[in-house]
C-alpha cells in the first residue's frame, strides 16, 4: 500500500482482457517469473524501489489490479477470488505454467488466495505487510481517509493522514520531503480514483475470508515490518504462521516496507525466490 509514484520505464506495458476487466500489466527482466500484487489504494508503479532487484535474475510481472492503475472498468465487481481469478489468467494470457508470487498488504492476501486457489500453479509465495486477520482499525482508518478526501478542500491532506500509518517515522521527519512525496502522489497522472477508493475501501469492510486457505501448502514466506502501525508484528506472525508461513522481519521500517527499507526487503525476496527457482 504505496500511493508514490515516479517514472520507471518498462519494456513491456500491455493490457488484456481478462474475465470482465481489461487488466493492465508490465513485464520486464529474464529468467524465473514472478508476479507483484499490490496493496490498498496502489497499483504497479508501488513496486518501484524493489523492481531493479528482482529484474537482476527474474521475469517481474507487474499488475494493476481491479480498482487501480490503467486497469478498467473503474469499480468493477470486487472480491478475493476474482482478484486471485485475475492473477491465474494473466498468467494463462502469459503462458506461464508456474510462478512466484509477491503481495504486499492486500494484494498478500490476492497472492495467498491464488496459491489456495491453484497449488500446483505457483513455484512459491511471498507477502509484505500483510496479515490474513486484519483488524477492524485498518477498516476505519482508510473510511475516515475516504470521508477526508471527499470533504476538505485540500487535494493533500488525506496523504498527510495517510502517510504516518504507511511510512516509518524516519522517512517522515523532513517537512520537505514529506510535501515532495505529497506532490508526487497527487501528480501521478494513474492515481486512484475518489470513486475507486470508495469502492476498494467498501470491499474492504466485507472481504470474505473464506477464499483463503487454512494451511498454505506450497513454500511460503512473510516479511513483517517492526515498526507496522497496520499490521502489528506480534498479531501477525501468530496468524501467518498457523497457516504454514515461515516469518521474517525488518527493522526500522513501517506498512510500506520496500519504500522504508527497499534494499534489505529486496535482499530478503530475492535470497527467498533464488532458493527456489532452478539456476539457468
Not at 99 to 120: C, D, I, N
Not at 185 to 197: E, I, K, N
Request: hydrophobic content about 40%; proline content about 9%.
Amino acid at each position: 500500500m504505496c500511493c508514490l509514484h515516479s517514472g520507471l520505464n518498462a519494456p513491456t506495458m500491455p493490457e488484456v482482457q481478462l474475465n470482465d476487466i481489461c487488466l493492465w500489466y508490465e513485464d520486464e527482466g529474464s529468467g524465473p517469473p514472478i508476479i507483484l500484487v499490490p496493496g490498498m489504494l496502489s497499483d504497479s508503479a508501488s513496486w518501484q524501489p524493489v523492481v531493479p532487484a528482482l529484474t537482476k535474475d527474474h521475469r517481474v510481472i507487474r499488475l494493476d489490479p481491479r480498482c487501480s492503475g490503467r486497469t478498467r472498468p473503474e469499480t468493477p465487481d470486487l472480491s478475493l477470488t476474482l482478484l486471485a481469478r485475475d492473477v491465474l489468467a494473466l498468467a494463462d494470457h502469459l503462458s506461464l505454467d508456474t510462478v512466484h508470487l509477491l503481495g504486499h498488504s492486500l494484494g498478500g492476501l490476492v497472492a495467498t488466495a491464488t496459491a489456495g486457489r491453484a497449488p500446483e500453479r505457483i513455484t512459491s509465495l511471498v507477502v509484505l505487510a500483510s496479515n490474513p486477520e486484519p483488524t477492524p482499525a485498518s477498516g476505519r482508518m482508510f473510511g475516515e481517509l475516504v470521508a477526508c478526501r471527499s470533504t476538505h478542500a485540500d487535494a493533500g491532506q488525506w496523504l498527510h493522514d495517510l502517510f504516518p500509518w504507511l511510512f516509518h517515522p524516519d522517512t517522515l521527519c523532513d517537512p520537505k520531503s514529506v510535501a515532495q512525496m505529497v506532490d508526487a502522489s497527487l501528480a501521478y497522472p494513474f492515481r486512484q480514483t475518489l470513486a475507486a477508493m470508495r469502492h476498494q475501501t467498501a470491499f474492504l469492510q466485507r472481504w470474505d475470508k473464506s477464499a483463503l486457505p487454512r494451511h498454505v501448502s506450497v513454500p511460503s514466506c512473510a516479511v513483517l515490518a517492526k515498526d507496522d502501525r497496520l499490521v502489528p508484528i506480534g498479531d501477525a506472525t501468530q496468524a501467518l504462521q498457523t497457516r504454514g508461513f515461515e516469518v521474517r522481519s525488518i527493522s526500522k521500517a513501517g506498512h510500506a516496507l520496500h519504500w522504508d527499507q527497499p534494499e534489505l526487503v529486496a535482499r530478503t525476496v530475492t535470497d527467498w525466490l533464488t532458493s527456489f527457482s532452478p539456476r539457468p
